[in-house]
């Protein structure tokens, strides 16, 4: 069996770091609850520079490290690695944040597990001169059989599978959106992920 997941809000709790930062920055009270668009400038109402600057701050290694776990993922991960499963997780966040990614994940338990940076989001929007590790090319050579995800953004890389098995990790952001196909399940926690994958 071959599993891709997403890093931040399915690994981690990335948004409700984000929550408590852009209130420290710019004194705006937005409960993660109320995080309603995956895009965080839409959400917190930001200008051009005031996210730019948000997500730079967000994305020192300092901050990477600090992430809480997304309770149950590392040892349901680590279940199906004993199990002989193929984990690749996929992130979104550009190679400059790689170091601090794959450190997070060797001390919460998770070293056996690959790590590419596809960019799925245009980061280099607030980046510039952003690098990934994983072509788009060579992504879409690769084969999955279950998806963990929060992000519609980023549904669309998952056209190119018609039978994959997608687990939408209940997030305020993805709320109202319409699922591609039958095969997209919103999922509330690892529990249920587990149990439905095996």
Not at 39 to 55: A, G, I, P, R, T
Not at 125 to 149: H, N, P, Q, V
Not at 150 to 172: G, Q, T
Request: contains cysteine.
């Amino acid at each position: 069996m071959n599993v891709y997941i997403d890093f931040d809000d399915c690994l981690c709790e990335t948004a409700r770091y984000f929550s408590k930062l852009v209130d420290e920055i710019f004194g705006l009270d937005i409960p993660y609850e109320k995080i309603k668009y995956f895009n965080l400038q839409e959400s917190f109402s930001l200008s051009d520079d005031q996210y730019e600057h948000l997500m730079i701050q967000g994305h020192k290694p300092e901050v990477l490290l600090s992430y809480d776990e997304t309770p149950g993922a590392v040892k349901t991960i680590n279940s199906w690695i004993d199990k002989g499963h193929d984990v690749k997780i996929i992130t979104g966040r550009p190679f400059s944040a790689f170091d601090a990614s794959r450190e997070w994940l060797d001390e919460h338990g998770l070293g056996r597990v690959d790590l590419y940076c596809l960019d799925k989001y245009g980061r280099d929007a607030f980046i510039k001169g952003s690098t990934f590790t994983l072509e788009l090319d060579d992504y879409y050579k690769m084969r999955f059989d279950y998806a963990i995800e929060d992000s519609p953004m980023a549904f669309k890389f998952f056209n190119h599978l018609p039978e994959l098995k997608v687990m939408v990790f209940d997030r305020p952001w993805n709320q109202e959106c319409e699922f591609p196909s039958q095969n997209y399940k919103r999922c509330f926690d690892w529990k249920m992920i587990s149990e439905i994958v095996g």
